[in-house]
């Protein structure tokens, strides 16, 4: 899979949360009614990503990925429920569905292909990868958009607690990163994406990285003393998030933007790799970890 355009919205929550409705209003005309926050990091993130495209064919297809979901909306309406006994309002239940949003980004593109939603804790991102590279194998068109979204509704404790993260995270971050993905391989230089490997434990993540070569890396999460000691006595490199801030969900696609960027800034580096802890585990020797090779393509 070869990468046309990208897109990252990232935003460090810690008592307020940005103005999304500011954000899409600088990006496009267009008028949304009644759509809850998810649904504007949505849009914003995928309008802010075809800023670069130019005739996206119709049977494009879309994937949108999830750790959590419509949170925010989930909230509400759980609180009309349980709490104050009435029923959710029109609205609050409608943007529950996940696969809403993708109906407002098809109408948004005028866009006919297929569209899923997929809600996944761990390695959330990766699994629409996953998704998109079976759609390409299947003759599903041959273009996708592809987006990982999470928010981080505020107080962070509580949303922390709705994770079961354990740790001493002051913030949390809050994202909607894109993908514009052809099948064939396009005239000019571009990053392209490979399928996305499955390890068990650091000893195979060290493994695949020493097998293909790869030195540069961009982890989700910040890696332990020991594990730092031991990347760097491979040579490897590291980019990894704040320390006191929680990188949950979809958070791994932030780093598929800054792998494309720095294949794209370092002309001597051909390939680097995007590398996926699940987030619940504490101890990296035996944790699930998703290892995903972005290479030049001349």
Not at 169 to 193: D, V
């Amino acid at each position: 899979m070869f990468v046309l355009a990208k897109s990252t919205l990232l935003h460090e929550i810690a008592d307020e949360s940005p103005n999304i409705v500011q954000i899409l209003a600088s990006l496009t005309d267009m008028k949304f009614r009644r759509i809850d926050r998810y649904t504007l990091l949505c849009l914003a993130g995928a309008l802010k990503c075809a800023q670069t495209v130019t005739n996206m064919p119709r049977n494009t297809s879309m994937v949108l990925t999830t750790g959590s979901g419509t949170v925010s909306t989930s909230i509400k309406t759980m609180d009309s429920i349980v709490v104050k006994k009435n029923p959710p309002k029109p609205f609050h239940f409608v943007n529950s569905l996940g696969n809403s949003a993708c109906y407002l980004l098809a109408k948004a593109f005028n866009l006919d292909g297929s569209s899923i939603a997929l809600s996944q804790e761990r390695f959330s991102f990766e699994a629409a990868i996953t998704q998109v590279y079976l759609n390409f194998i299947s003759d599903d068109g041959e273009t996708s958009l592809i987006g990982g979204v999470d928010e981080a509704p505020t107080p962070i404790t509580d949303q922390l607690k709705r994770l079961s993260i354990q740790g001493d995270y002051t913030s949390c971050y809050e994202g909607s990163h894109w993908l514009y993905l052809t099948k064939n391989k396009p005239e000019k230089p571009c990053c392209q994406i490979h399928q996305p490997e499955y390890c068990q434990g650091k000893h195979e993540v060290i493994q695949y990285l020493e097998r293909n070569n790869i030195r540069q890396v961009f982890l989700n999460y910040c890696p332990s003393i020991e594990l730092h000691e031991q990347y760097s006595n491979s040579s490897i490199q590291m980019t990894y998030p704040k320390e006191e801030c929680c990188p949950h969900g979809s958070y791994s696609g932030h780093n598929y933007i800054l792998a494309i960027d720095f294949l794209e800034s370092h002309p001597d580096t051909n390939k680097v790799a995007v590398i996926a802890k699940d987030m619940r585990s504490t101890d990296t020797q035996s944790a699930n970890f998703c290892v995903t090779m972005l290479s030049r393509s001349e």
